[in-house]
């Protein structure tokens, strides 16, 4: 122990398990023939805080099993994680504690709800963004201290965060890998708990940093898929257009190696030039927090970017530009009134969103909505708090719990129903403009692209990528009942928009994950219903 306070160097990095939900897009990986969606990037960042000399071992539990020599090699266990993944992180603090290895635990959960993180063991808790506390903790270790909670009262400056250390990574394992350029929210929903943890007053990474990372790894052989966790890229429109004029040129010059995905707000509809440029930079989808259809709905939960901005529209130009929009809403808001899941329904079929996310209000601990559900004495902490599949709820709602989670499975079985997605995908596909290179006669003019050499991967990437699209095109075009359905509208998409042929085809092939989820929903309910009558 005491060569451990002085100075340690064998570090174990723990990323827990997480479970399954709407996010884990099984099938994707399963087709892509990866293990999981997308790296721990939150534990990455802090092992790039830790002295240079400590020998650091990072495991992420999506993708393997923590071994016994893990546990051997480890002088310090370090863990992070958000509050899904509850269970996992208090189960490995246990377990680091049965085997006399001090723990660390930082991340999103142990900042929201500490205590069940120090009564489960931990030695030192690192609250808040680990730029500034991770200083305090050094040098309690340093000291010899054996226990402490450091935490920062400043929001760090985002200038000083390091390039994550993704070698420690295998990048093999992903679908996609993340970074950030910015922290913090100038909005103020009630529901999300993003302006508790980072702050109303968002901080960026200069654009510099943000090419030094995205360098990192086109360095390390990345190719693929990159996904910009911002809780909003466009925040600070300013700051996103900087981002992307030095990033249009720099792809252009390496040959596009990467495609991105991104969360932005609604009012990115109503700036078809920002629009352009992240399309120019190969932007290939967004992420919207639509949440309701219901204007009144929208107010009550202080969704003000939505009310402020024509909802239908937006969503509609942003589409219509280039950029698919993967639309999110929620069932269960004050202010509600029944049939909200088909108001919902008929929202997205309306527009055409193929990809769509619903899930049932959950309240975050530290939110305004806690704290006000919690004055009204209506939390009831009986539900899923950790929303593993969203069909539970951990408060007291305004209308019939029953009502509102029949309303939920309903809206999921048939939005996700396969002919009706593929219906959605097909419209959506043809409502988007044709590709940059398609409309011009030269292709891309001026653009000048170096000789780039394939990295150690890439081809085998590739392979699997084609080993994908003949899975999506054997299971919808040859063993599933509506693959009539799928080449009418393969064919059209090639006749009257076929620069998109390629993106409809990717849609088609994240409707498989759906189609699961679908599956597991309704078997929820039905298991639900089989506990009521033995009940």
């Keep these: 122990m005491s060569a451990l306070s002085l100075d340690p160097r064998r570090v174990l990095l723990i990323h827990p398990a997480s479970p399954y939900s709407f996010w884990s897009f099984q099938e994707t990986v399963r087709l892509s023939g990866r293990k999981a969606m997308a790296p721990p ?105 054996t226990s402490g909670v450091f935490e920062e009262s400043e929001k760090p400056n985002m200038g000083v965060s390091p390039i994550p250390r993704y070698d420690l990574l295998h990048l093999e394992d992903y679908d996609t890998v993340s970074i950030q350029t910015s922290r913090g929210c100038p909005f103020s929903c009630e529901f999300c708990d993003i302006i508790n943890l980072f702050g109303r007053v968002p901080r960026y990474k200069s654009p510099d940093q943000v090419m030094a990372e995205l360098n990192m790894l086109y360095l390390l ?53 920002l629009i352009d440029l992240m399309t120019a930079a190969n932007f290939g989808d967004v992420f919207v927090g639509v949440e309701s259809p219901d204007e009144n709905v929208l107010k009550v939960t202080n969704k003000q970017q939505n009310v402020h901005n024509p909802l239908e529209e937006s969503l509609r130009n942003i589409n219509a530009n280039g950029l698919p929009v993967l639309g999110s ?54 539900g899923d708090t950790c929303g593993v599949r969203g069909s539970a709820m951990n408060f007291q709602p305004s209308r019939p719990r029953e009502e509102i989670l029949e309303e939920f499975y309903k809206a999921i079985d048939r939005l996700y129903e ?22 011009s006669p030269n292709g891309n003019p001026g653009r000048k692209t170096k000789n780039v050499t394939l990295p150690k991967g890439s081809v085998s990437r590739r392979l699997w990528e084609y080993m994908a699209l003949i899975r999506v095109v054997w299971r919808q075009g040859v063993v599933a009942p509506y693959r009539g359905q799928f080449w009418r509208q393969l064919v059209q998409v090639r006749q009257k928009n076929p620069s998109r042929l390629v993106r409809y085809l990717s849609a088609c092939a994240i409707g498989e994950n759906l189609f699961q989820y679908r599956k597991n929903i309704l078997q929820d309910r039905l298991n639900r219903a089989n506990n009521q009558r033995v009940g």
């Design 41 to 145: 990037l939150g534990l990455v960042t802090v092992a790039a805080l830790l002295p240079s000399n400590w020998d650091l071992r990072a495991c992420d539990m999506n993708t393997r099993e923590l071994r016994e020599e893990d546990w051997q090699f480890a002088d310090l266990v370090m863990i992070t994680g958000m509050i899904v993944q509850r269970e996992g992180m208090l189960s490995l603090i246990r377990e680091a504690k049965r085997r006399g290895i001090p723990v660390a635990v930082g991340g999103p959960y142990a900042t929201s709800v500490p205590q069940d993180i120090l009564d489960a063991g931990c030695d030192y808790l690192i609250k808040g963004e680990a730029e500034d506390s991770i200083a305090g903790f050094l040098d309690a270790l340093s000291r010899g201290e």
């Design 221 to 273: 052989g990345w190719r693929g898929s990159i996904f910009i966790c911002d809780d909003n890229f466009i925040g600070n429109k300013k700051h996103a257009r900087a981002i992307l004029e030095k990033l249009i040129p720099w792809m252009a010059e390496r040959d596009e190696p990467f495609s991105f995905f991104c969360q932005a707000s609604v009012n990115l509809g109503q700036d078809k030039e």
């Design 329 to 382: 809403f929620i069932i269960g808001f004050d202010g509600e009134t029944k049939g909200m899941g088909e108001r919902i329904c008929a929202f997205v079929e309306k527009i055409g969103m193929p990809v769509i996310m619903v899930n049932m209000l959950q309240a975050l601990p530290n939110t305004k909505l806690w704290d006000r559900l919690e004055r009204e004495g209506r939390l009831t902490l009986d």
């Design 418 to 439: 396969p002919q009706a997605y593929l219906a959605r995908a097909f419209r959506y596909t043809l409502e988007m403009r044709p590709t940059r290179k398609a409309m």
